[in-house]
């Protein structure tokens, strides 16, 4: 099956497009959400994080709580690199599976919001980048999750920016009007793979 990846910065649409998919009848597999699977309790990673980083990262429900353990790896480049090494493998191998086991769809998204910074690029077929102007996306993320300006510039500085990403484009997205024609793009794109 064709595998796309759909990537983008903080708030650049990718969810937005990704359900756009979702509704034409494509099946959409979230990067994130494997993520989020593989370091719960009872999977491997989570075992070899907690091993790591310790105890004081977890909630009282025992499960990871992902913003402590965001501020242990926002600022350190070396403790980042553990996290990254923990994952990566069983996020790439259940990628791979969600693919192979997805329902028929003419092809599949997968939705990889650090595609450029992880290297999964050899993991999908073609690449559409997801732009924005930073101003939209401070926008829309301050209304969505309510952080501030700061907060939203610095997770921007951590992340590739839209130069790098394009480089690895083959379609670009540009959402800076209506989600009306952000879905008319979407909907040329599907029409465009599933001629592929
Ligand atoms: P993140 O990387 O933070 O997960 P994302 O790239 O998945 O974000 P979305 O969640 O799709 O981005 O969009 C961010 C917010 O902006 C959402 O609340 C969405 O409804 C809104 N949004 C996206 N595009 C538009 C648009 N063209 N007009 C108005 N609101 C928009």
Known sequence: MLRIGLTGGIGSGKTTVADHFSRLGITVIDADEI?????????HP????????????????GTINRQKLGQRVFNNAAERQVLEAI?????????????????????????IPLLVETGYVDLVDRVIVVTAD???RIDWVKKRDGLTDDQIESI???????????????????????????????????????EI
């Open 46 to 61: 989570f075992d070899a994080i907690i091993h790591h980083f310790g105890n004081e990262i977890l909630n009282t429900d």
């Open 87 to 111: 994952l990566h493998p069983a996020v790439r191998s259940v990628m791979q599976k969600a693919v192979q086991q997805a329902p028929p769809s003419p092809y599949c998204i997968l939705v």
């Open 134 to 136: 930073r101003k939209n």
């Open 156 to 194: 921007m500085a951590a992340q590739a920016s839209d130069n790098e990403r394009r480089k690895i484009a083959d379609d670009v997205i540009e959402n800076n009007g209506t989600l009306d024609s952000l879905f008319r793009q979407v909907e040329k794109l599907d029409l465009k793979y599933r």
């Open 35 to 43: 993520v989020r699977h593989v370091s719960s309790p009872g999977h």
